[in-house]
Structures are given as structure tokens and as C-alpha cells.
T-cell receptor, first 115, second 107 residues
Framework: DAGVIQSPRHEVTEMGQEVTLRCKPISGHNSLFWYRQTMMRGLELLIY????????DSGMPEDRFSAKMPNASFSTLKIQPSEPRDSAVYFC?????????????FGQGTRLTVV | RKEVEQDPGPFNVPEGATVAFNCTYS??????FFWYRQDCRKEPKLLMSVYSSGNEDGRFTAQLNRASQYISLLIRDSKLSDSATYLCTKGDYKLSFGAGTTVTVRA
């Protein structure tokens, strides 16, 4: 199993540009999470999908952020327009939900720098 | 109030020492909890699960106190390689994480 795959690993972009982060969850997992991690705020949940449907997007900071999951093997997180305060490490994680079985596996993250 | 809260530390301990820290949670309906370990500039990885009264794995012991709504992690005979940030989470549908507790083991 290849694990959760995220791309790109690093992204440097100018303020105002659109940024798209990509995630391929582990095959067979039906839950997908996008997190943002900074020194100041820790690991914040942005959005959670179950069976490709967004269940909870209350963590999405503002309308500049959007996430999609068109199928069980792919998800994107888009920031448009990007701002310097969006600089962070963005993690995607997936899990096989079920009673007592919600261990999440994380991708290696995308380190985003907006200048 | 955040759903999961942790003492950020840092906990600086000598090799061989025992270190313990807690994680408090606000939703008492949670049935399962997890401790994750995150090394610098890496992704979090599962360390231990806590489903009932506790769990032990080698030098690591996790306990759940439902009455006071916290879980704890104890590391015995700490090694240099235990230096990391330890994150706790409730095993509910959206996996809310605490901010993490940083542990540094010194020689």
C-alpha cells in the first residue's frame, strides 16, 4: 500500500495566485480529512469528507478556500486568491470509518509558502 | 473551548526518566481516543489507541479517565528517539486533534 499521497510536496507562490493541493487517499478508505498546521494554531481540521460527500466544512477559514472530492481516490483543496497568512503545512489524511476504528493515516503534507 | 486541549510543554527530560502528560476533552460521548507522534517536519503517525481503561505498549502507557475527561500518556525509560510532539485526538467522526505536547529527551 502506497499510503496517502499528496502533491506537491512544496509550493511557493505569489500572493493573489491560485493554489491547488492534491490528495490520493488509501484505497478502501471512505473518510478523508484536510488539515492545516502552523506553529501558532497547531493542527486544524479544515474539512471532512465521508463517502466523497463533505460532512463538516466548519473549519474552512473563509470563502477563498474550497475542497472537492470527485471520486473515492482523489481530492483537492484550492485557495483562490492566496494570501501570505495561508502559509502552512497542509495535510491530507484518510481512514476507514467504523465503530472503534477511526485511525487516520496522514500524507507527507504540502508545505505552502505564499510570498 | 476547543474539543481537545493539551499542555504544549515543552517537557525537557534526561534519558532514562519517566515523563507523563495529559489531554483533556470536552465531549464525554467519545468512545475511543488516540495518541499520535509527530517528528519535526514530518506527518503525524499513530502511536497508541485507547479504547477502554487503558493500553500499554512497551515503555508507553496510555490511560483514560472518563470521570475527569482526560487521557494520559506515560513514557518510561525515555530514549533520545522519543523526542517528538505527541498529539491526542478523540476517535469521533472528524478526528479533532489537540495542539500537541513537545517532549525533548536530552543525553
Amino acid at each position: 500500500d502506497a499510503g496517502v499521497i499528496q502533491s506537491p510536496r512544496h509550493e511557493v507562490t505569489e500572493m493573489g495566485q491560485e493554489v491547488t493541493l492534491r490528495c490520493k487517499p488509501i484505497s478502501g478508505h471512505n473518510s478523508l480529512f484536510w488539515y492545516r498546521q502552523t506553529m501558532m494554531r497547531g493542527l486544524e481540521l479544515l474539512i471532512y469528507f465521508n463517502n466523497n460527500v463533505p460532512i463538516d466544512d466548519s473549519g474552512m477559514p473563509e470563502d477563498r478556500f474550497s475542497a472537492k472530492m470527485p471520486n473515492a481516490s482523489f481530492s483537492t483543496l484550492k485557495i483562490q486568491p492566496s494570501e501570505p497568512r495561508d502559509s502552512a503545512v497542509y495535510f491530507c489524511a484518510s481512514s476507514r470509518t467504523g465503530v472503534g476504528n477511526t485511525e487516520a493515516f496522514f500524507g507527507q503534507g504540502t508545505r505552502l509558502t505564499v510570498v | 473551548r476547543k474539543e481537545v486541549e493539551q499542555d504544549p510543554g515543552p517537557f525537557n527530560v534526561p534519558e532514562g526518566a519517566t515523563v507523563a502528560f495529559n489531554c483533556t476533552y470536552s465531549n464525554s460521548a467519545s468512545q475511543s481516543f488516540f495518541w499520535y507522534r509527530q517528528d519535526c517536519r514530518k506527518e503525524p503517525k499513530l502511536l497508541m489507541s485507547v479504547y477502554s481503561s487503558g493500553n500499554e505498549d512497551g515503555r508507553f502507557t496510555a490511560q483514560l479517565n472518563r470521570a475527569s475527561q482526560y487521557i494520559s500518556l506515560l513514557i518510561r525509560d525515555s530514549k533520545l528517539s522519543d523526542s517528538a510532539t505527541y498529539l491526542c485526538t478523540k476517535g469521533d467522526y472528524k478526528l479533532s486533534f489537540g495542539a500537541g505536547t513537545t517532549v525533548t529527551v536530552r543525553a
